[in-house]
């Protein structure tokens, strides 16, 4: 099946800087230490406000945002503060895996399933989720399955200018190592005609994965992928990706980057002058101070 252009779907431009939220809930992939003080840093939600606020200041209109437990706080501020941000967007990213991983090791899977389904939900919800839901249990229907995890998730975004929804890269590289063409064209098709927005995924193998997509004839799509010069969390290495880029067309996939600055370790100039050099679409990064905010911000203008 070919799914090159979905009826009344028009691809539009991803925002050009993006926030990311990695720094609010104590991920730091090169320091457990600095991972350590930021979760106590922001264990507080007016310091994750006063930062958002910060990159507001400073140009950004895109945020990336995990859906774990507290990003339903954040989605909530922002709603109640709609008039204060005008213009902002939103790139969902589900689903949050420790926050199912921690349920199951709590309750065990049928609980989490029950508390998934009926969380929060309304009367009329409730039907309509176990409608799905029933029938994809008993009928052993993966794509339903999937439908579902993804309102769940997208819930708490309700309300808030929702421009991609990316499926996390520990999702979307499990399926493409099982080489799975009909659950990507599924979500992608879903998330298009239910949403109205792209479809996003979040790979390490973001060659392999465009390729893929493209002998599938899956297009309109977000590919957010680690981008940096020293060839951090990337696969199988930069030059493939360099020259993924270079021969890509954003008409069909537009191309984000993440970790370009691999965690520190390069500095922030020499990551940016080579990002610059890319053919990429957007950038997400993620950071806690107005320095760090604006200086970044600045190279990625030039």
């Known amino acids: 099946m070919i799914m090159n252009k979905t009826e009344d779907f028009n691809m539009q ?7 990311g939220d990695n720094q609010f809930f104590g991920i730091n992939h090169m320091s457990q230490e600095k991972a350590q003080q930021l979760a106590e840093m922001f264990y507080d939600m007016s310091n994750i406000i006063k930062v958002y606020d910060l990159a507001y200041n400073a140009g950004i209109r ?15 501020y922002f709603r109640n503060s709609a008039s204060k941000y005008p213009g902002l967007n939103w790139y969902p990213s589900i689903p949050y895996p420790h926050k199912y991983a921690n349920l199951i090791s709590e309750k065990g899977i049928i609980p989490t399933i029950n508390e998934m389904l009926f969380k929060d939900n309304s009367a009329l919800g409730v039907i309509g989720m176990m409608a799905k839901g029933g029938a994809a249990v008993f009928g052993k229907d993966i794509i339903k399955l999937m439908q579902m995890l993804v309102d769940i998730e997208m819930k708490m ?5 929702v421009k991609v929804i990316f499926l996390q ?3 979307t590289d499990l399926i493409l ?3 799975i063409k009909e659950i990507f064209y599924e979500y992608c098709n879903y998330i298009k005609k239910k949403y109205k927005v792209l479809p996003g995924l979040i790979t390490q193998n973001m060659p392999i994965l465009k390729s893929k997509l493209e002998l599938w004839g899956i297009e309109e799509v977000v590919i957010c992928s680690s981008f940096n010069k020293i060839g951090y969390l990337i696969s199988p290495g930069i030059d493939s990706y360099i020259q993924t880029s270079l021969n890509n067309d954003p008409a069909k996939y537009q191309l984000m980057a993440m970790s370009t600055l691999a965690s520190g370790a390069i500095p922030a100039k020499e990551a940016y ?16 101070s ?3 905010i ?6 990625i203008n030039r």
């Open 13 to 19: 431009a991803i925002d050009k800087i993006i926030f």
């Open 62 to 76: 895109g945020i990336m945002l995990n859906s774990n437990d507290r990003a339903a706080d954040i989605c909530e």
């Open 157 to 161: 975004f309700k309300g808030l200018n």
């Open 169 to 171: 890269n520990i999702i």
């Open 177 to 179: 190592g099982y080489d």
């Open 273 to 288: 002058e080579f990002i610059n050099q890319q053919n990429i679409q957007s950038v997400v990064f993620g950071a806690s």
């Open 290 to 292: 107005k320095r760090h």
């Open 294 to 299: 604006d200086e970044t911000v600045s190279l």
